[in-house]
């Protein structure tokens, strides 16, 4: 297994079992445990401080995400990238996100609009000087914020726990796409919430929501290891 993992470190209050997951979880969602790669209990446990106990049980909680591959007699491998949970995983997002900002275009508050606007300046701010890696934050943080707004932080929660495919296909296109257009789709869709155009909101979140069909066949011929096999 490849140990030149990334720590964030364990949140007070947490349990041995919610730490490994959202380790485990995020090295694999951020491509650092790549599709492919061998899951070493015993080498988790110990970079994790950790025993195997949580280890293991953070694993059978992936397996069920389908990131993780557990084969009997060989081991626990990282899954390869399925497309057709990406397109469960964007038809979920589409669905839910498009009723969200039609929502906001109704109620949207001004210091909600300014927090909006800070976030999408600091995106425009680190494409600009080459910084993609906190780009991919403050684009969760954006689409979170959404949900906060109109009281439904429980239903981001439960759409995010099934993003895991499709957030490495972002992973992906912000690492290896030259001509990145994520950005100015949130400012599309901010500028359409600040005018309360419903219409344009949800034709330009459905767009946002798409790139990654645009982005496929490139990424494929790229990263061919990082695909499951239809």
């Known amino acids: 297994m490849d140990t030149n993992i990334q720590v964030r470190g364990r949140i007070q209050g947490e349990t041995a079992k919610a730490y490994a997951l959202r380790e485990i979880g995020d090295n694999i969602i951020n491509l650092e445990l790549k599709p492919g790669a061998l899951i070493s209990e015993n080498e988790l446990a110990r970079i994790l401080g950790v025993s195997r106990t949580p280890i293991r049980e953070a694993i059978q909680e992936l397996q ?4 993780i591959e557990v084969f009997p007699q060989r081991g626990s491998y990282v899954a390869g990238i399925s497309f057709q ?15 969200i900002v039609e929502e906001l275009c109704d109620h949207i508050k001004f210091e909600q609009v300014e927090q909006l606007e800070e976030n999408v300046s600091l995106q425009e701010y680190y494409l600009n000087n080459g910084m993609s890696a906190r780009i991919m934050e403050l684009d969760n943080e954006f689409h979170r914020d959404f949900f906060a707004m109109c009281g439904k932080e429980n239903i981001y929660n439960m759409m995010h726990s099934m993003m ?12 290896s796409i030259k001509d990145i257009k994520i950005v100015s789709d949130h400012r599309a869709i901010l500028e359409a919430i600040k005018t309360g155009n419903k219409e344009g909101a949800k034709a330009n979140m459905e767009k946002h929501l798409m790139r990654y069909k645009f982005d496929k066949e490139e990424l494929e011929k790229n990263y061919p290891d990082y695909f499951r096999k239809s």
């Open 164 to 175: 895991g495919h499709f957030d490495r296909i972002r992973v992906l296109s912000l690492h």
């Open 64 to 67: 069920k995400s389908q990131l």
């Open 85 to 99: 949970a990406v397109e469960e995983a964007a038809f979920l997002r589409r669905t839910l996100e498009n009723a």
